[in-house]
């Protein structure tokens, strides 16, 4: 089983997506490239998930007031990293 997120405004929805499903969604390296580039400078509109900074509960995402965008990141041989930034 694979363990899928998507994040929906301030909340993020995981599914468990059965391995014989996992196929007929894949997307090659030059795809993932494609859709998660590599950028410098990111803003706030590049986040696919924003940790509010001070939010109640969970993990302790960040010691500052500010918050933290992630969002994920994919070089042409399909080499992806979830990267995040203070945003």
Do not use: H
């Not at 929805?13 to 997307?27: F, G, N, Q, R």
């Not at 010691?63 to 992806?80: H, L, P, R, T």
Request: charged share 25%; hydrophobic share 30%; with cysteine.
């Amino acid at each position: 089983m694979a363990i899928v997120s998507r994040p929906d405004g301030e909340k993020v929805t995981l599914y468990d997506i059965p391995d014989s499903e996992l196929e007929k969604y894949a997307i090659s390296p030059e795809k993932a490239g494609e859709m998660f580039p590599k950028k410098d400078n990111r803003s706030r509109s590049d986040a696919a998930a924003v940790a509010k900074a001070g939010s109640q509960g969970g993990d302790v995402q960040a010691y500052s007031n500010q918050d933290i965008c992630y969002a994920w990141e994919c070089d042409g041989y399909g080499n992806c990293v979830y990267v995040w930034w203070y945003c």
